[in-house]
């Protein structure tokens, strides 16, 4: 395995906000108290984190008890442990899509227990947290995922489920339905220990939460990597003073981020999160479905609106505040909330994420301050690309970068057609070029003798003339390709591999996939190329 950077700087659609915090520059370190490097702050963190010991020990039993459901490892359960007697945790996290969803998921849980070994080795026991976000209720963004196939094309599994629409995807039950899907993906993933813990953990009655937890458990055994199933009703009792802070403060946090909003655009930032001043950091359960609390103000009356429909019902401070103390588990925290809640629950030393989670920490910073009084710091996870032999060799066969694919395979198809363009017209136009610079300089110098007003209509003339050629050129690459279906089949096949529907690699194909392909021991391999220090993309050649 050889890995090599590419600076997020040059990969399509990386926000200025994340840029910036890879850098740490100024103008992002008011939104961010520490920069990305763990080593520079992780002892002074460690001595600000504050957890009450009955908590603690709560939590522990309650991790204790979901791990052991899932089969955990002796080195799990020893990690359980390590927490009870008072580790610190990095954290990480993600929805539970299906199959374990795409590669980046991987590199989160590798990135959390080389962080927590990291600070470990440095005097800070730390062990890696895994927070399953199962009370998401958005299924279409977890309920399928991409393998490769033999030829090259993505191949997409889908499942339907049995639940309520909007319900929280814990309550997301797999039927019968899911068995035939299992089977499809591992005819493709072939005979392997991936398609064994597949068939293992996605079976008739598992909830998408417990299903993805039974594998990641399979997976990450030798790591010792905790799970934590967000949606268990024990932790909402746990977490319930931070769900009452968050509606009796509800239009002190509205106002903190409104200007922490204001602050960021001003800072020609972006806000991750729409923020109005209606907004309520809570969600409740209604009639099974994970329902969006509002706040509305008329005078001096206040009231709490649950839902957004005709059936919408309104309800005092007071009524909503007595729901939460009677059924705790019917709240759950909004995306601002949820990572103020994982360090009221965990003593997170620090959190792991990518760009996306980087942007909610520069708004919920704010919540942070206002309900724990310390805001946790976010370390970038490693992020790849992994380029397998064949598409090395085709990489190198039509000399491409992995630059060349961002624009999309149908610019990426007339990029090869150039590049096999007949020895002879390749020549013509390479001549053609060099004959046109060296004449049109001479005739440059020779206007410029002559009266110097003419060199700017000379360049003018240059630049219009070259467009020309560029524009001939093009045309005939262009040609080139509408014959060559080999051209058309290889820019397809890159493109599918390397930057599927014009995204990160990782952000699409599933981490079962490469488990299938190279085995378990891909996972210790990845884990070497991961260095704290460097927070570029990193192109993995397998």
Known sequence: MKAHCLPFSKIPHTSRLFSDFLTYSPTVQPFYPRSPYLKEWLRDEANQISYAPERRSRVADILDKQNQSWNASPKTEANIERLRRGASAVVTGQQVGLFGGPMFAIYKALTAVKLAEQATAAGVEAVPIFWLATYDHDLAEVNHVAFPSADGNLQTFTTTSHGVQGAPVSAVRLGEEILPVVDQACALLGDSDASRHLRDSYRPGETMGTAFARL??????????????????????????????????????????????????????????????????????????RTPIQRRVSGTHEEFVIGSDASAENVS????????????????????????????????????????????????????????????????????TLVEPKMQRLLEKHGLEITDLFEGSEALRHLIAAKSLPGDLQAAFDSAKASFEKNFSALKEKLEKLDRTLVDAAETSRSKMQHQIEKLYAQAARAEAQKGELVTRHAETLSQALYPEKGLQERTIGGLYFMARYGGEILQQLYDTIHPDCHDHQIVEL
Do not use: C
């Not at 009452?244 to 991750?272: C, D, K, P």
């Open 216 to 289: 990641y458990s399979m997976l990450f055994a030798d790591w010792g990597v905790i799970l934590l199933d967000a949606s268990d009703p024990e932790l909402h009792a746990v977490a319930a003073p931070v769900y009452r802070e968050a509606i009796e403060r509800a239009h002190e946090l509205q106002s903190v981020l409104l200007e922490r909003g204001a602050a960021l655009e001003a800072a020609g930032y972006h806000q991750q999160v729409k923020v109005t001043s209606s907004s309520v950091l809570v969600f409740t359960t209604q009639d099974g479905a």
């Open 317 to 384: 401070k007071s009524e909503l505040l007595d729901r939460l103390r009677k059924s705790p588990g019917h709240f759950t925290p909004n995306v601002l909330l949820r990572p103020v809640v994982e360090d009221y629950l965990l003593p997170t030393l620090a959190y792991t994420g990518g760009a996306a989670e980087t942007a909610y920490f520069a708004q919920a910073g704010a919540v942070f301050e206002k309900l724990l009084g310390r805001v946790t710091p976010i370390v970038p996870r490693f992020s790849a």
